[in-house]
């Protein structure tokens, strides 16, 4: 049976009134629980409901991140992720950053329609497209909903240069989209390699591909032509840390090209939900991490700082730094850079003629 990373339910900051569901403790919901994990809820269903947004491109201006425009067709992620930075956004939606985020989602199924909209726009100029970078764009979900393919449609349709980052095996079912426009060189892809260990992923990231299937799914991104690297992200202090030149040499034999890493980031209610985790599942070493997280944050267990938010400070962050650094290199990995897509191919299929009028 898949787990949920979870049994916290904590309400959110801008809650005043704490329901049931919300409440500030492990969530029982009464079904079948696999024996070899007593610790998490286990078969809550997922609640999807619809979106209708009124725009879809997101534009960033942070000097941290790699793109300046990003899509998420989702809200939430049933992958379920421990670590995932995005889980205190959900506060803004009135549910919890804990069980809420992944089994309450919320669909944004006019994407593809507003993308359109977006790029048709006489004054919009083209620029990569990060796609699932805050949630999952390959996440359960997409297979029913199918909106990642649409949005994947437009962007060919439009010859629209886009980034993805995954760690989901259904990205492989858009092979002919991404090959395509991987042809025209206007695709990367990201994955999301974390750990090698079937047991540790299970524990941090429950509902999401095995360590070997993303690197199957990389072989089969690279056969296909698509540029493909790894992210290791995050970097957690003694947890998957001692992995880092395995994760690397794996990804390399597999066909990745670049690859870069994040640390560690706890902000907001993510904090608590990692705490409680780490207690669950490394007693013994919970104090340790979180001991040297503070030594990377300032002695806070977050640092949103600019520059440093990504990575900490100080000699552990620039351990890491020179390990992943020095085998990345002896590897031939690309390191931190972003494959160079075009922007020269774009095109308005809709507009082109009435643009002679």
Known sequence: MKTRATGLNPHNRFQTIVTDRGADHAHDDGWYRAPEDELN???????????????????????????????????????????????????????SPGLDFETRLIAKPNAARKLREALDKPDYRPAPIALGVNTDAYQPIERERRITRELLEVLLEYRHPVSILT??????????????????????????????????????????????????????LRAAGVPTGIILGPVIPFVNDPEIEDILTAAATAGATRASWIMLRLPLELDELFQDWLHRHFPQRAEHVMNRMRDLRGGKSYDSGFGRRMTGIGPYADLIRQRFAKKARQLGLGLHEAEPLRTDLFRRPAGEQMGLW
């Not at 991140?65 to 421990?82: K, L, M």
């Not at 060189?185 to 070997?212: F, G, H, Q, W, Y």
């Open 41 to 95: 809820p286990d078969s809550l269903a997922t609640e999807v409901v619809n979106e209708s947004v009124k725009s879809i491109i997101s534009r960033n201006s942070s000097p941290d991140v790699p793109f300046d425009q990003s899509i998420n067709p989702y809200r939430g992620c049933e992958h379920a992720c421990i670590y995932c930075f995005a889980r205190p956004t959900h506060a803004y939606w009135d549910m």
């Open 167 to 220: 760690k989901g095996a259904l990205i492989l079912r858009d092979l002919d989209l991404l090959s395509e426009l991987a042809r025209h060189e206007l695709c990367s892809v990201r994955i999301s390699l974390t750990t090698l260990s079937n047991d540790l992923k299970r524990r941090m990231e429950p509902r999401t591909a095995a360590p070997a299937t993303r690197l199957k799914i990389i072989e089969q």
